[in-house]
Each structure stands twice: as structure tokens, then as C-alpha cells.
T-cell receptor, first 111, second 113 residues
């Protein structure tokens, strides 16, 4: 079993839809939770960074962490065609630096 | 300012050959990471440098893989006796320090024929 599980999709939505992406994990030592966006043939780009449980909002993006359920989510409001990319969840345990990534979910936003 | 750069952007080699992949981190970043990303997968950790020393090389798959960062800036990932299974995108990232935001380069696409 992988430490971080993420549905690879693809997920296709119409422009303006609310998108929900999520990951589950098995290691309770994870304390830092990130979401990266990766466009084709580019490196990942950090979108959201959350420490421990709770919510964090940045513009159209909201990240949620539920440590009791070992479940994290990324919500994208008013999705745009430019949001079409692969979204990777990632985690680091306390005192660590090794980032563990999910497999990524491919998102397509149709105009 | 300039981001993380990686060269070459693409590398095609034959099975059994030796390859070197270069990473230029953001100036002033002391932490440097190498990852490998296979098609349809997320990046997989290979090695982490803090300054000149490899703080954690537990992700290197076997002794054919080696990385150096002699002056605490540029890093080179070296792969000996390449195998077809080594084909992947090799990503480099740098950060100001541990637990800081990692900035990724565009990657080197390695194809072993």
C-alpha cells in the first residue's frame, strides 16, 4: 500500500464548476501538507501549504486537512480552462524533509 | 529572478551508457533535492543536499545512481550503466532551507533505448 493515495482521474468539468480533489494517507507522522500544480512538460508549482489540521484559503483555492481521517482536499472555485493541469498532493512528516507525493489527478476544465 | 534550471532538457542514450544531469538551484538556496517522475506518477524522492553534503540519499534506487554538490550550489546526478527502466523525468528542486517551499526546475527527460 502506498503512503499517499490519489485518484489519477482524469477529471473533466465545465468552466465555472467547483472542483474537489483529494488524497488519503496512512502515515500519522505527516504534519506538512501541500498541493502542487503541474502543467505538461513543466515542474510542479506549489499552490497551497498547510501545517497540521484545518483550512486555508487563497483566492479561488481552499485546502483542507483532516488528520483524524487522514484525508486532505483541495477545492477550486469558479474553475477556468487555465486550471487544466495535474494536481499533486504532497506531505512531509515532522522533523523530516523527504516529500512524499501522490500520483496526481489530471484535471480538464472545458470552456 | 532566475528559477531552478536543469540541463539538458532532453537526453537520449543507449542502454549501458553513462549520463550526467545538471541542476542549477536558485541563488542562495542551501537545500537541493532530486526527484524522479515516471509517466502518470508523482515525483519520487531520490536525494537531499543541505549545503555540500547529502543529508539523505535513501531514495537512490541502487549504486548506479550517484549525486554530488561539491560547492554547495550546482548539483550533478550521475547514472552509470543506464537501463531502460531509468527512463523518466528527473526533477531538481531547491529551497532556502529545510521545511521551506521547494521550487522545481522543468526537469530533464531521460530516454534510455
Amino acid at each position: 500500500q502506498k503512503e499517499v493515495e490519489q485518484d489519477p482521474g482524469p477529471l473533466s468539468v465545465p468552466e465555472g464548476a467547483i472542483v474537489s480533489l483529494n488524497c488519503t494517507y496512512s502515515n500519522s507522522a505527516f504534519q506538512y501538507f501541500m498541493w502542487y500544480r503541474q502543467y505538461s512538460r513543466k515542474g510542479p508549482e506549489l499552490l497551497m501549504y498547510t501545517y497540521s489540521s484545518g483550512n486555508k484559503e487563497d483566492g479561488r483555492f481552499t485546502a483542507q486537512v483532516d488528520k483524524s481521517s487522514k484525508y486532505i482536499s483541495l477545492f477550486i472555485r469558479d474553475s477556468q480552462p487555465s486550471d487544466s493541469a495535474t494536481y499533486l498532493c504532497a506531505m512531509i512528516r515532522t522533523g523530516g524533509f523527504k516529500t512524499i507525493f501522490g500520483a496526481g489527478t489530471r484535471l480538464f476544465v472545458k470552456a | 529572478g532566475a528559477g531552478v534550471s536543469q540541463t539538458p532538457s532532453n537526453k537520449v542514450t543507449e542502454k549501458g551508457k553513462y549520463v550526467e544531469l545538471r541542476c542549477d538551484p536558485i541563488s542562495g538556496h542551501t537545500a537541493l533535492y532530486w526527484y524522479r517522475q515516471s509517466l502518470g506518477q508523482g515525483p519520487e524522492f531520490l536525494i537531499y543536499f543541505q549545503g555540500t553534503g547529502a543529508a539523505d540519499d535513501s531514495g537512490l534506487p541502487n549504486d548506479r545512481f550517484f549525486a554530488v554538490r561539491p560547492e554547495g550550489s550546482v548539483s550533478t546526478l550521475k547514472i552509470q550503466r543506464t537501463e531502460r527502466g531509468d527512463s523518466a523525468v528527473y526533477l531538481c528542486a531547491s529551497s532556502l532551507g529545510t521545511e521551506e517551499t521547494q521550487y522545481f526546475g522543468p526537469g530533464t527527460r531521460l530516454l534510455v533505448l
